[in-house]
């Protein structure tokens, strides 16, 4: 209920105490009465104007207080489905979906949070959208043709180039951001990887890039230049994995120079000790995603690291479930925590950024199961699932701040 104004109690009272022909009482009776209808009323009234101040003070605070999106490409419905998070219990509240012109995959967003790229696999397209900074809702600002189907999009540091990777074409590719936040053409680089790169990521210096080969059990190792948005090979400028390994996707870890790979073919996870001074890398440890009596098929496909550093995650399809590891905070090296099930076919899954919840969505099932991420175990706890859309293809939470 709505507090009421001091004003409206005020004038109300002022009314009632006028005599009229109706209403009116001796001034003997009405001089008691008075004095305590008056005490009554002036309660109220201060009653009423904390309780209208006290709402004005909520307001303010939870427009000041940072918000939480989650962002699901469903490829199978052309459209980017998305909900508010609630920081505390992990609920999402769905909001309208937003259409794309052609089915959208891999999702990045730049350093302000002011814009979303979404890759658009089956038109070979980049799509920008602005991000509204009060509800999250995305705004299409236009689309470009890249090189071919993008299945990895991410910007760099400074918000001003975004690295593509095409994993049919067998080519990584930068191009150039406006201040508009609009991806432009044509690219300022393309560049001939190996057999189906899965994805492209740059370290915290903005410096080092790498592009795992998933057909090729390879890793290539650039240096980019934020000055003119062009990659070079670096004096090392590729290593190889295990044969049959399939890297894939990539995470650096947050405060530690180590660079964890999931691989898809092999269904384990490789950790690197990252030289931050030659770009580098050398193989720590691999371990399997897999319980030790698992006899099915199964292949990798995401990994994600909490903010703090402490676990990591990667999604098996097949097994149909996320792998928990503890990263050991001196050596880096990875202890399984064991698989949490999941939905069918997780393609793709995500931390949101207060590291206290994980979002899987099962590419088979259209469906999107949430998790409490134990802080002392690290263990996934089953929060809901619900129905999202058509084969769930990529998942992203954003933090929105506050006024």
């Not at 350093?111 to 991000?131: C, D, E, M």
């Not at 998790?371 to 998942?395: D, F, M």
Request: aromatic share 8%; net charge neutral; charged share 20%.
């Amino acid at each position: 209920m709505q507090p009421v104004p001091q004003t409206i109690v005020t004038n109300s009272f002022q009314k009632l105490l006028q005599p009229t022909h109706d209403n009116y009482v001796p001034p003997a009776i009405l001089g008691s009465g008075c004095k305590f209808v008056a005490a009554c009323l002036l309660l109220f009234a201060l009653g009423a104007e904390r309780s209208f101040a006290q709402q004005k003070e909520d307001d303010t605070q939870a427009d000041q207080a940072d918000r939480y999106c989650l962002y699901v490409s469903l490829s199978g419905d052309h459209q980017i489905a998305l909900f508010e998070m609630n920081p505390q219990s992990g609920a999402l509240t769905r909001r309208p979906n937003v259409p794309v012109e052609g089915a959208p995959g891999s999702l990045a967003v730049d350093p302000n949070h002011k814009f979303l790229y979404a890759a658009v696999r089956s038109s070979g397209a980049v799509a920008t959208f602005r991000i509204d900074p009060v509800t999250g809702g995305l705004a299409p600002l236009g689309s470009v043709q890249v090189v071919d189907n993008p299945v990895y999009v991410v910007t760099d540091k400074t918000g001003r180039y975004l690295f593509t990777a095409y994993y049919g074409a067998g080519k990584v590719a930068v191009y150039p951001i406006g201040v508009d936040g609009i991806v432009r053409t044509p690219a300022t680089q393309v560049i001939e990887a190996e057999k189906n790169p899965h994805s492209i990521l740059k370290d915290r210096s903005n410096r080092i890039v790498f592009v795992p080969n998933t057909g090729a059990d390879s890793i290539l190792q650039f240096r980019f230049d934020q000055q003119t948005g062009t990659l070079s090979p670096n004096h090392v400028p590729r290593i190889t994995t295990s044969t049959g390994a399939g890297p894939r996707h990539q995470f650096f870890h947050p405060t530690m120079n180590l660079v964890y790979f999931v691989n898809e073919k092999s269904s384990s996870v490789t950790a690197f000790q990252l030289d931050p001074d030659t770009g580098t890398l050398a193989a720590l440890q691999t371990t399997s995603t897999l319980p030790d009596d698992f006899r099915g098929k199964n292949t990798c496909a995401d990994i994600e690291i909490t903010p703090d550093g402490r676990f990591l995650y990667a999604s098996n399809r097949g097994h149909d479930s996320i792998a928990c590891y503890a990263i050991d905070p001196l050596s880096g090296r990875l202890k399984s925590l064991g698989q949490q099930p999941t939905e069918e076919t997780p393609r793709e899954f995500n931390v949101d950024p207060t590291g206290n919840f994980l979002f899987a969505a099962g590419q088979s099932s259209g469906r999107l199961a949430s998790y409490r991420i134990g802080p002392a175990s690290g263990r996934l706890e089953p929060l809901a699932t619900e129905s999202v859309g058509k084969s769930p293809a990529w998942v992203l939470v954003l933090r929105l701040p506050g006024k």
